[in-house]
């Protein structure tokens, strides 16, 4: 048998592709994204027929799948953990409603969080909304769980959570790719049955289904509590400690503890919601002091009525915030079980080796956009036209990096740097304010959700500069397509492709301008123009489209007017363009005297000549 | 059989850092040295950053062959630090263990006074020019196979060189070739420092 190492994101589509899921939609969200890629190629090579869509975002993507599962193909749903925000109408609908064929709900929470506005816990929502969740621990495991969701699933007819976590996500196992046996679906039986009873249910069936929804959630618990996926192990029972542990943090605490040199016993919790109450309570009552490790918030802790032995999230044993790291693990076992009077093996630290690695002083590497990125052409020349006076609200994706450059004041959640802007133009309105406000979104972004409030924006008669930032892709996540790129999730054509300035104009915006960033003073000219449009006594909102592909994703422009650069003998070591512009290939000199262009990054744009105050960095000619 | 002698690790077990900056290849070295293990029939389990830490900063992966299924390494007890860069390599040291092998794409080399510094503190560093060869092979971009050949003749890991080469040139046919040659390479200039006796710095 030969074995493959695949990402965890990976053994999940594997999962869903071998389940005989017919239906795979998402949009795209670190740590998610790997999802569906992952589903279009293992559709591919297991010769299986599943229809993928990046859907324009996740609520369109959570009712898409429900149509389908409603109409009897298993289907299933992946998104980052706040994008199941956005899809949480659905999501709460759904649970009253139920399915009809398998229908899988994975969101990918974010501990850390490593990319993501917060560290929120999707297990949580699945708590409020009333649908069970499967916590797997491994990529291995992720796999395995898929399965028992859609059989759970289609026992219950409602939908069910698979909740996966980045460190599980962007964890490579290696694994075989015959798994135990394809299951089969056919297409015999596809169709939506009509029941307005239930799929149009009105508020006083509502009712019903409500009860008849906690009644389904009893039998998952009693099923749950007969799962070999609750299980304790490891451990002689001594009776004084004992660790419940999900998802990643379980194999992180059996490994701190097996390096701490002692063994007590862990329950390994798989399902941690509906939690099976019973089998908790006697782990509970069988140890004098209990330890919770849960990611990334406290759902299994807050779902024990006794906490009189029970440490965890809630009572500040483990901290509130962040991921479990081996480091915090290992930090809160040894604090427990030295209180419990174990004896404990610290070897393993090197705090000579921490405190010489701290006295180095090194410089922080953080993020930056890349060498060439339109984005930083783009915010160049808003900071330059606009100044630090002006308001300049911003968005989720690559160009949040913009806050490096001055050039971000604001950043929410997506779509919002349009309501945001209308926001403030209501609060510099109130207040008698006329400081400018320039925002700045992404393609994929707009099409997301900035749409309804450039809509909005129109209609209450709001006045502020949008700029569209159309690099063509989505970007952050790995080049993902967008309505507005033309193609589909497996690369076929799109049905058709959709223009971002039709849209905008269909908004009911009098000034729609595209321009490319990298032209510096047309670029200027035409936010100058938005400007004064949206000042004018007859004008409103104003949106310029910076149109230019991804440096990364499509260097074919790139490639086919390169514009190599030297810096002159003038250089001073100013810092000016390093501050401002920012681009990784311009490189100070260790003694501060100058700057240097660093060949490797360099993408010979030529976009950092205008920047120089005192004309330095210069178009290299064939003898410099 | 083509080994070099070296310190001896456990024979099935070890647990490596692999540190540099984005674009410098660091996934990919992490998983032609994961599907190595795979193809032997070790256990590993390996742990990536992706997403907005890919752009230009930090960035570091975990390997574990045959140490359960935690996809960290907690810091103080890695066996290898295998670093891309020598800023990556100084500021990813505390994940080593005492006794752990630091080995760096640098050059000429880490200063002597923090060599000797971390010997006092039971770490030995190696430094290789890898940057400099891949660039004498006309491809600066292969640094990573480089560094990792080097790392495969010192049978560092419970990985033989020619299972390191097979996952190698199956991982990215379009550059095999050169992938090859690169790692030949490495293993050419572990061969050279054992003539030279200059191993253990």
Excluded at chain 1, 383 to 390: I, N, V, Y
Excluded at chain 2, 162 to 185: K, M, T
Aim: some cysteine.
């Amino acid at each position: 048998m030969k074995y493959e190492v695949l990402l965890g994101n990976q053994a999940i589509a594997l999962g869903l592709v071998e389940q005989g899921c017919r239906v795979v939609t998402s949009y795209p969200g670190t740590p998610s994204s790997e999802i569906l890629a992952g589903v279009v190629k293992f559709q591919q090579r297991l010769g299986r027929d599943v229809y993928t869509e990046w859907s324009i975002n996740e609520k369109v993507a959570f009712e898409t799948a429900l149509a389908c599962s409603w109409s009897g193909l298993r289907s299933a749903v992946a998104m980052k953990q706040v994008g199941l925000n956005v899809a949480s109408d659905p999501l709460f609908s759904a649970a009253y409603t139920g399915v009809r064929a398998g229908l899988v709900v994975i969101p990918a929470d974010d501990p850390g969080p490593f990319s993501s506005q917060t560290e929120q816990d999707s297990r949580l929502t699945a708590l409020t909304a009333k649908v069970p969740v499967f916590d797997p621990s491994s990529p291995l495991e992720a796999r395995a769980m898929i399965r028992h969701a859609f059989e759970l699933s289609e026992r219950f007819r409602m939908p069910v959570m698979v909740r996966p976590t980045t460190r599980l996500c962007h964890a490579c196992q290696a694994m075989s790719l015959d798994g135990d046996g394809l299951a089969e679906h056919s297409g015999d039986g596809v169709q939506f049955l009509k029941d307005p009873s239930r799929w149009a249910a009105t508020p006083r069936l509502r009712y019903r289904l409500h009860v008849e929804l906690s009644d389904k959630l009893r039998q998952v618990e009693t099923a749950f509590a007969e799962s070999s996926l609750n299980a304790v192990l490891d451990g002689d029972v001594l009776g004084k400690v004992g660790v419940i542990a999900s998802g990643v943090a379980f194999h992180t605490a059996r490994e701190a503890l097996r390096e701490l040199g002692v063994a007590v016993p862990a329950l390994k919790i798989g399902t941690p919601y509906p939690l099976p109450q019973q089998l908790v309570r006697n782990f509970v009552a069988a140890h004098h002091t209990v330890v919770v490790l849960e990611e990334p918030d406290a759902c299994i802790e807050l779902q024990l009525p006794d906490r009189s032995q029970v440490h965890g999230r809630l009572d500040g044993t483990v901290p509130a915030a962040g991921e479990l790291a081996p480091e915090v693990i290992s930090e809160v076992l040894a604090h427990v079980l030295t209180a419990a009077g174990y004896e404990i093996n610290r070897s393993a630290e090197n705090p000579e080796l921490q405190a010489f690695v701290s006295g180095l002083s090194l410089p922080v590497r953080a993020p930056r956009l890349c060498p060439g990125c339109p984005h930083r052409s783009a915010f160049f020349a808003l900071k330059r036209e606009f100044g630090a006076k002006t308001i300049f609200p911003s968005d989720i994706g690559c160009y949040t990096l913009g806050v490096n450059m001055g050039a971000v004041d604001t950043c929410v959640d997506m779509g919002a740097s349009v309501s945001m802007a209308s926001g403030f133009y209501l609060a510099n309105r109130l207040g008698g304010n006329t400081q400018p406000i320039v925002a700045t979104i992404g393609d994929s972004t707009f099409l997301h959700s900035g749409i309804a409030p450039l809509l909005n924006a129109v209609h209450t008669g709001a006045r502020f500069v949008l700029v569209i930032l159309d690099n063509q892709t989505t970007a952050m996540t790995g080049f993902q397509p967008t309505p507005a790129s033309g193609t589909l999730a497996d690369g076929s054509p799109a049905a058709r492709q959709v223009g971002i300035a039709g849209i905008v104009r269909g908004c009911g915006v009098a000034f729609v301008e595209p321009a490319d960033p990298y032209d510096h003073s047309h670029f200027r000219g035409v936010l100058r123009r938005a400007y004064q449009h949206s000042q004018a006594p007859e004008g409103g909102v104003a949106v310029v489209i910076a149109e230019r592909p991804c440096t990364l994703h499509d260097a074919q422009l790139l490639r086919q007017n390169p514009l190599p650069v030297a810096i002159a003998e003038t250089c001073d070591g100013c810092r000016y363009c390093l501050e401002a512009f920012g681009c990784p290939a311009l490189v100070l000199r260790t003694d501060g005297s100058r700057v240097d262009i660093e060949p490797n990054l360099c993408v010979a744009c030529g976009q950092c000549i205008s920047v120089c105050p005192k004309g330095s960095i210069v178009a290299q000619t064939a003898d410099s | 059989m083509n080994e070099l002698q070296t310190t001896s690790l456990r024979p099935s077990e070890a647990k490596v850092i692999i540190a540099g900056i984005g674009g410098q290849g660091v996934i990919f070295i992490t998983r032609v040295l994961a599907q190595t293990a795979a193809t032997l029939g070790l256990p590993a389990i390996v742990s990536e950053v992706h997403g907005m830490s890919q752009r230009g900063g930090s960035v570091n992966s975990h390997l574990k062959i045959g140490v359960g299924e935690a996809p960290l390494i907690r810091s103080g007890t890695a066996d290898l630090l295998f670093a891309l860069d020598e800023l990556e390599g100084l500021r990813n040291l505390p994940f080593l263990r005492r006794g752990g092998t630091l080995l760096v794409n640098a050059e000429p080399g880490l200063p002597f006074e923090t060599v000797a510094h971390l010997a006092h503190l039971e770490i030995a560093v190696l430094s290789v020019p890898a940057t400099h060869i891949a660039t004498e092979l006309g491809a600066p971009g292969v640094a990573n196979v480089v560094l990792m050949g080097f790392l495969a003749a010192h049978s560092l890991l419970p990985l033989p060189f020619d299972a390191v080469r097979e996952a190698l040139a199956i991982a990215a046919p379009h550059q095999r070739e050169l992938n090859l040659q690169a790692v030949e390479a490495g293993r050419r200039a572990a061969w050279f420092l054992q003539g030279r006796r200059l191993r253990w710095t």
